[in-house]
């Protein structure tokens, strides 16, 4: 990867019944949240990923 392509980190935070899920960009001088989903029901985790 170079340098100059942005980065993102992926987090994902799994419990019995929801979980929640981030996107940040990685820029070292500006980092920034895309996007956050939280609380989002388990059951509905590969339908949510295949958004």
């Known amino acids: 990867?170079?340098?100059?392509?942005?980065?993102?980190?992926?987090?994902?935070?799994m419990h019995?019944?929801?979980?929640a899920a981030a996107a940040l960009d990685a820029d070292p001088k500006q980092p920034t949240v895309d996007w956050v989903q939280d609380r989002?029901?388990?059951?509905?985790?590969?339908?949510w990923a295949k958004k």
């Open 1 to 13: 990867m170079k340098e100059t392509e942005a980065k993102r980190i992926i987090g994902l935070d």
């Open 16 to 19: 019995p019944d929801v979980f």
């Open 40 to 47: 989002v029901p388990t059951a509905g985790l590969e339908a």
